[in-house]
């Protein structure tokens, strides 16, 4: 199973409204990680969390909060945030050891702040 | 920091056509992977090749296939036999395994066509 999976798959939210995205992967990796991605540009790094620690915070707004629960699982709580935050939101995994590192991509979540 | 350079916006290429796409990188490791990412047109986002540094053999994977020059610090990717499904943007990306977690890093992109 090579299969990253993100939920929901489109959001629409207020600018007053909390919400969260899912990510969830079965393959073992212990490394996970969040990006922002618009539309014809390159994915930007937000958050990396390895073996369920947060170990790389790129310096993003404190309106957009990681949380692993476990080896499998992570979260991305959204709150007060502002219509340039709309973009997809990419979940991605990739191994911590061994001879491969590439990162297998979950299909993203489209988010769109009104 | 290292930085990945994709000098090829747009690129367009007849069907059953080959083409090149470029990546140079610029970095100071000497152990490090090197990957192309295709993203299709409102579809995830997937691997297409990876390259390890330390290996000197260029990687292939069916039609797809790396140049890759670790002096010149370029990495290309050669699609020969284009089909229609290759329409797509490719990323190519670095990444440095460190004690605390991988890093990687995106060039630009370039938005291929391909036509019939």
């Known amino acids: 199973d090579t299969e990253v999976t993100q939920t929901p798959k489109h959001l629409v939210m207020g600018m007053t409204n909390k919400k969260s995205l899912k990510c969830e992967q079965h393959m073992g990796h212990r490394a996970m990680y969040w990006y922002k991605q618009k539309a014809k540009k390159p994915p930007e790094l937000m958050f990396v969390?390895?073996?369920?620690?947060?170990?790389i915070n790129e310096s993003v707004p404190s309106r957009f909060s990681p949380e692993c629960p476990n080896s499998s699982l992570l979260n991305l709580h959204l709150h007060a945030l502002q219509p340039e935050d709309s973009a997809l939101y990419l979940c991605?995994?990739?191994?911590?050891?061994?001879?491969?590192?590439?990162?297998?991509f979950g299909p993203g979540t489209r988010l769109t702040v009104t | 920091a290292q930085t990945v350079t994709q000098s090829q916006p747009e690129m367009s290429v007849q069907e059953a056509e080959t083409v090149t796409l470029s990546c140079t990188y610029d970095?100071?490791?000497?152990?490090?992977?090197l990957f192309w990412y295709k993203q299709p047109p409102s579809r995830q986002m997937i691997l297409v090749i990876r390259q390890e540094a330390y290996k000197q053999q260029n990687a292939t994977e069916n039609r797809f296939s790396v140049n890759f020059q670790k002096a010149a610090k370029s990495f290309s990717l050669k699609i020969s036999d284009s089909q229609l499904g290759d329409t797509a943007m490719y990323f190519c990306a670095f990444m440095k395994h460190y004690n605390t977690g991988n890093q990687f890093y995106f060039g630009t992109g370039t938005s291929l066509t391909v036509i019939p």
């Open positions: 991605a995994s990739s191994q911590e050891t061994g001879y491969t590192y590439e990162q297998y």
């Open positions: 969390y390895s073996y369920e620690k947060l170990s």
């Open positions: 970095t100071s490791e000497s152990n490090y992977y």
